[in-house]
């Protein structure tokens, strides 16, 4: 990951892509969505989604595990620079998530972030604030996930 | 069986549903699959970091909150899904073995403008530990259908 002082408004990073599996969307709408457009293929069709809809929290917690994956390579990276790494800390929150487009069995959603906003904390001097737009676009270019994310980020020269 | 339709949601207090734990075991296994952070994996990271100590997925705490969500009242109410989540604060950290308790607030009901068969019913859920320290807050419409619409087309 990049410390505060590496990042710009603007950057953008492309996250990757998943594919949502019926079995995937059926697996974690048993444990935390149990809606029937969530579980059955026949429900979903005649459900406003038009076919086996993903949980919007699945799809929320796959952008989540693209930005982790994509914050592990920056570090290898960082290392085979031979630079330090920077721990990214806790999120306070997020706002305007947006389900904009069902995400349906076999789509696949590539996943973006665009830093939108940068600001120290006045309350934790070692520590930047970083909004970040998080969004997801199916296989045929439509945006399906928006999220606008605020994250912790440590600066470089933190406690020094 | 009584489902709940866009006239049954007035502003105020909706219910407060629970105790749902969060085992370590639970935790681990959601930060492994969609959050693999060393504050939510590794105690030893977990003790060094902002939130001294292990910590649960805001992900995972989202995801648990939807579950009772729907245990409390989605599951028995004609919703269709929801367009999203206006603001959500994690305001402290879940912990391994937590019990959390749901508290849910109708902050607004409409009908709705694009779709007049159905409303939308805004929601403000508060997930507690059981300290009764607030973790998670969140503000989110759901749509639901209106009752003239339910009758009509369903057996029953």
């Known amino acids: 990951m990049l410390f505060f002082e590496d990042i710009e408004v603007g950057q953008r990073r492309e996250l990757g ?7 995937g969307i059926k697996k974690f709408a048993r444990q935390f969505d149990p809606q029937r457009f969530h579980l059955d293929e026949e429900e979903g069709r005649k459900s406003l989604f038009g076919g086996l809809a993903a949980s919007g929290w699945h799809v929320g917690s796959v952008c989540m595990k693209l930005l982790v994956a994509d914050g592990l390579r920056q570090a290898r990276e960082a290392v085979a620079r031979g630079e330090k790494i920077a721990v990214w800390g806790p999120s306070p ?3 305007e998530l947006r389900w904009i487009r069902p995400v349906l069995a076999g789509d ?4 973006a972030s665009v ?3 940068l600001r120290s904390s006045s309350s934790r001097p070692e520590w930047g604030i970083l909004q970040g737009r998080n969004t997801g676009t199916n296989q045929r270019g439509e945006l399906v996930f928006s999220v606008l994310a605020t994250a ?6 933190a406690g020094t | 069986m009584n489902t709940l339709v866009f006239e049954d949601f007035k502003p105020g207090h909706l219910g407060q549903f629970g105790p749902r734990r969060v085992t370590r075991e639970e935790m681990l296994a959601f930060a492994a699959e969609f959050d693999p952070q060393p504050m ?3 105690e030893e990271a977990a003790s060094r970091s902002m939130l001294k100590g292990l910590s649960g997925s805001g992900w995972h705490l989202c995801s648990v909150t939807m579950r009772m969500m729907f245990d409390g009242i989605i599951g028995r109410t004609a919703s269709l899904g929801s367009p999203g989540v206006n603001e959500l604060r994690w305001l402290a950290p879940l912990r391994p073995g937590d019990d959390l308790m749901l508290d849910v607030d109708v902050t607004e009901a409409r009908v709705s403008r694009s ?3 159905t409303g939308v019913v805004t929601l403000k859920a508060v997930v507690s530990n059981a300290a009764g320290q607030a973790l998670c807050e969140m503000v989110t419409p759901i749509i639901v259908r209106r009752r003239h619409d339910v009758g009509s087309g369903q057996a029953g």
């Open chain 1, 17 to 23: 892509s998943f594919t949502f599996t019926a079995d």
């Open chain 1, 93 to 95: 929150g997020f706002r």
């Open chain 1, 108 to 111: 696949t959603i590539s996943f």
């Open chain 1, 115 to 117: 830093v939108e906003s």
């Open chain 1, 152 to 157: 912790f980020v440590p600066r470089r020269n």
């Open chain 2, 40 to 42: 939510h994996l590794d």
């Open chain 2, 115 to 117: 779709r007049p068969t």
